[in-house]
Every structure is written in C-alpha cells, then in structure tokens.
C-alpha cells in the first residue's frame, strides 16, 4: 500500500541554518504530496503541497519539489529560526478519491539562538 | 484558530471504560476526518465521513466506531479501552473530498487510559 518514509529526529540547528528534512514515498500512482506543521500544544497546519511531478510547494520561506523519479518531496529552507521549532509531517493523499492522508512518522525540528 | 472545534481536551478513564469524542467541522466543510496520533504507531487515518455517510476506514479498530450527524458535527466512541488506545486523537474537515480541499486539523483531544 501506500506510504510514506520519512528522516527519523529530532535534528537541532542553529538560527540561520539550512534546513533539510528528507521525506520519500511508495504509491502505486501518483498521489499529492504535503508537508504539515504541528506547533507544541497545537493540531497540524498545512506548510506545503505538491499536486503532481516537478510541482514546487513553497510557503513561508519553506520549499518542496515533488520528484516523480527519485519518488521524493525533501522540504528545504534556507535559514531557519527560531519560531520554526516544531513537528514536520511528510504525507500523502490516498488515490481513492477520498482525500484521507498517510502520515510519517514525523521529524522534530529544533532551532537554538 | 483552524475553526475546527474538538471537546474535551483531555480524557482520562479506565480500562474496559468507553468515552465519546466530538468534533465540530468548520462553517460550510462537508467532509469530517479521524486521526490517531501515539507514539508507537504515528499518526494514522481511521475514518471519514461525507454529508452524514461513512466515505472512507482506515485503521480503525472494531471497538471504534464514529458517526456524522444532520448537523456535520461528528462523534468518535471508543469502547472497551485498552491502555494502548491512550492517544491524541485529532479531527479534520475540508469542503469536499478532492485532494484540493484542504484539510484542517482541530487541537485534538488527549485521551488517557489508566
């Protein structure tokens, strides 16, 4: 079935460092790819979505690239800071046309003055 | 604020107890979602509904059975706890089912079984 690898944490940097959290998937089709954000104490937010191969999602300084042939959507940010310490959810919608997500396992990001 | 209501916030009970957990979508969403969020398994789809009607399961297991009322607001109802079903427990609404309709996740309630 449908899934979704993604980089174990927690991973701590530095404000103002690169950003790089991997997150690779296995689908029989071609499903939409997201990146959440889950703020402590919060439920998830939407960051990002790709909705098919080469799509770039970009939102609040954060990117992602949907890559067909590499089965990828790594999400990038140039300089982190501090506000940005949170959960990261890599996910993809299902192909049955019900819209439900599957989930990995989540990254904790933590950004230190 | 993602407009999605979620009550309680946190539940503790007992083994064997059965609790009841409620989502209010927002304004003008059609479709309701359950996740299940615990350390073990991450976070999981367990089901979806559309308009009042079940469109979707997941993993949800026997014991866990959800419902979409006239009004949209749904109810999770767990019963026969088990330690391992301490978990968040998030809902989701989104307008439609299309992958564009995006979902927005309430706050979640935190159940505890002791």
């Known amino acids: 079935g449908d899934s979704v690898t993604q980089m174990e944490g927690p991973v701590t940097l530095s404000e103002e460092a690169f950003l790089t959290i991997n997150c690779t998937y296995t689908a029989t089709g071609y499903p939409s790819l997201f990146w959440y954000v889950q703020y402590p104490g919060e439920g998830l937010q939407l960051l990002l979505k790709?909705?098919?191969?080469?799509d770039k999602g970009s939102n609040k300084g954060f990117e992602a690239t949907y890559r067909k042939e590499t089965t990828s959507f790594h999400l990038e940010k140039g300089s982190v800071q501090v506000s940005d310490s949170a959960v990261y959810f890599c996910a993809l919608s299902d192909q049955t046309g019900a819209n439900n997500l599957f989930f990995g396992t989540g990254t904790r990001l933590t950004v230190i003055p | 604020d993602s407009g999605v209501t979620q009550t309680p916030k946190h539940l503790i009970t007992a083994t064997g107890q059965r609790v009841t957990l409620r989502c209010s979508p927002r304004s003008g969403d059609l479709s309701v979602y359950w996740y299940q969020q615990s350390l073990d398994q991450g976070l999981q789809f367990l089901i979806q509904?559309?308009?009042?009607?079940?469109?979707a399961k997941g993993n949800i297991l026997e014991r866990f059975s959800a419902q979409q009322f006239p009004d949209l607001h749904s109810e999770l109802n767990l019963s026969s706890l088990e330690l391992g079903d301490s978990a968040l427990y998030f809902c989701?609404?989104?307008?439609?089912?299309?992958?564009?309709?995006?979902?927005?996740f309430g706050p979640g309630t935190r159940l505890t079984v002791l």
């Open positions: 989701a609404s989104s307008v439609g089912v299309a992958v564009y309709n995006e979902q927005f």
């Open positions: 509904y559309y308009n009042g009607e079940e469109r």
């Open positions: 790709a909705t098919k191969a080469d």
